[in-house]
């Protein structure tokens, strides 16, 4: 199996799938598992990757041209 994540947080990734079951899948090569930082994207000076909500409340929003660029 192969599994591609993307992630603001690829080193929480890293020290999930490092012990565990997950970890003697990767042992194995059962499973490979690749993370890509979303960041690495961005193009404005303070890597922005989330914006407020269109409609207003609480919480962020990861933004869609980002998401496209990364995928």
Do not use: N, Y
């Not at 999930?16 to 598992?33: A, C, F, P, T």
């Amino acid at each position: 199996m192969k599994f591609q994540v993307l992630t603001l947080f690829p080193e929480l990734i890293e020290a999930g799938i490092s012990s565990g079951v997950l970890s003697q899948g990767l042992k194995k090569s059962l499973l490979s598992v690749s993370c890509f930082q979303l960041r690495d994207v961005t193009t404005d000076l303070h890597r922005s990757v989330d914006d407020r909500p269109f409609g207003g409340g609480d919480g962020m929003i990861l933004m869609p041209d980002i998401l496209e660029a990364a995928l």
